[in-house]
């Protein structure tokens, strides 16, 4: 069974940071892209940002480009997101995902909760 678990949430003060991870088990995810997304209350989840299999490429989002990074560790089959100059509309759970590409995320973790205070 596959499974994508996602930690270090929690809440912060505007301007701090946080780093997220994700630990995947159940199969290993050689070759596939990795991601991860954002659901604030009442609106729809968004791309927040994803790395291809080499960690050559990343992908993130404009609302938070030079802001947060993506990275992976592929021998812990895991990824990361390091998220500086937080705002609070970056309040949201935070989602990872695995899938053949940076565009089509088949596996999806149960989230964690990132508050940004104002």
């Known amino acids: 069974q596959v499974q994508l678990v996602e930690s270090g949430g929690g809440l912060v003060q505007a301007g701090g940071s946080l780093k997220l991870s994700c630990a995947a088990s159940?199969?290993?995810?050689?070759?596939?892209?990795l991601g991860w997304f954002r659901q604030a209350p009442g609106k729809e989840r968004e791309f927040v940002a994803a790395?291809?299999?080499?960690?050559?490429?990343?992908y993130p989002a404009d609302s938070v480009k030079g802001r947060f990074t993506i990275s992976r560790a592929n021998a812990k089959n895991s990824v990361y997101l390091q998220m500086n100059s937080l705002k609070p509309e970056d309040t949201a759970v935070y989602y990872c995902?695995?899938?053949?590409?940076?565009?089509?995320?088949?596996?999806w973790g149960q989230g964690t909760q990132v508050t940004v205070s104002s």
């Open positions: 995902a695995a899938g053949p590409g940076v565009g089509t995320f088949d596996y």
């Open positions: 159940g199969r290993t995810f050689r070759g596939y892209a």
């Open positions: 790395i291809n299999w080499s960690g050559g490429s990343t």
